[in-house]
């Protein structure tokens, strides 16, 4: 089902607690039931964990971490969002290495690449391990205007820097000075070093352009929401649900041309959701089916 895997976990871990009588906060629990859950080999983040604690009925919740948190998002009133099964399956563990753990390498090597470009000594852009850090550094280093229809500066700089094409794992280790392997020493990064040696080629462009993108919309969508007041007209009521819309079906277009996480089962139920008169859709999750 609908992140069935966190679902497993969160409860697990709950009853667990109970059994117990330990006491911890919804942030605690998100937390390491997030880290719990990589312990099978997948570099899974911790949204489906966190949504899955603290998860409210009719709300939706704006989730940050370092540490999780999270804030209410009313939704406007008559809207209604249908969650739909593709029936593609998608086991995440036997294809964490050409897609999940993938795109987790593509995200941290784009970050360096980019840093070392924006003049961080080798040495220091290496350290990076995600793209939240190498959008801090932007701001501060990167000075060139941001272009028009660019959602901020962190997408128009990786769009500026960053070549559309992939680059292969040479070219990287031409950039970065150091060999691939090195950036994953020590343990814990056995499912990175298992990426390396099984793919060569590395889509640092698209994947960094979707984790902007994405961020942008859902700080866009949370914004749009806030203004959904029972004050609101038919009309007004409306024109924020065509907005939130398009925004799904951006989000849908990034993560299937620029993530490459949808299939062609999602794909087709997008469309006849769309062709049936919804005014967007996505998919959710992590991606290939369910």
């Known amino acids: 089902g609908l992140s069935s895997s966190a679902a497993i976990v969160c409860a697990a871990a709950l009853g667990i607690l109970a059994v117990y009588g330990i006491t911890l906060t919804k942030g605690e629990v998100s937390e390491f039931t997030a880290k719990a859950?990589?312990?099978?080999?997948?570099?899974?983040?911790?949204?489906?964990?966190a949504i899955s604690i603290m998860g409210k009925p009719g709300i939706a919740q704006h989730v940050e971490f370092n540490p999780v948190r999270?804030?209410?998002?009313?939704?406007?009133q008559g809207a209604t969002f249908v969650i739909a099964n593709s029936l593609a399956v998608s086991n995440k563990k036997e294809t964490a290495t050409e897609r999940y753990n993938l795109r987790v390498v593509e995200c941290r090597l784009?970050?360096?690449v980019v840093a070392i470009n924006l003049g961080v000594p080798k040495e220091e852009a290496i350290k990076m391990k995600t793209l939240k850090e190498l959008e801090e550094l932007i701001e501060s280093k990167y000075t060139e205007n941001v272009k028009d229809g660019h959602p901020n500066k962190a997408y128009s700089a990786?769009?500026?820097?960053?070549?559309?094409?992939?680059?292969?794992?040479?070219?990287?280790?031409g950039i970065i000075g150091v060999p691939l392997t090195?950036?994953?020493?020590?343990?814990g990064n056995e499912a990175a070093l298992e990426v390396l040696n099984v793919i060569q080629n590395y889509a640092l462009a698209n994947r960094a352009l979707h984790v902007y993108s994405e961020k942008q919309r859902v700080?866009?969508?949370a914004t749009a929401c806030s203004s959904a007041t029972s004050s609101l007209t038919a009309e007004s009521g409306d024109a924020l649900?065509?907005?939130?819309?398009?925004?799904?079906?951006?989000?849908?277009?990034s993560c299937r041309d620029l993530y490459n996480c949808s299939c062609k089962e999602l794909d087709e139920l997008v469309a006849v959701a769309t062709s049936a008169g919804a005014v967007g859709a996505r998919l959710t999750g992590a991606g290939w089916g369910g």
Not at 70 to 76: G, H, Q, R, T
Not at 162 to 172: D, G, R
Not at 182 to 187: D, F
């Open 110 to 112: 784009a970050a360096i």
């Open 241 to 253: 649900l065509q907005t939130l819309g398009g925004l799904m079906d951006a989000s849908q277009a």
């Open 37 to 49: 859950e990589q312990y099978v080999g997948v570099t899974s983040g911790g949204m489906d964990q």
């Open 219 to 221: 700080l866009d969508f």
């Open 70 to 76: 999270a804030s209410d998002v009313a939704l406007p």
């Open 158 to 173: 990786v769009d500026a820097i960053l070549q559309k094409e992939p680059y292969s794992q040479a070219e990287i280790q």
């Open 182 to 187: 090195s950036l994953y020493e020590g343990k």
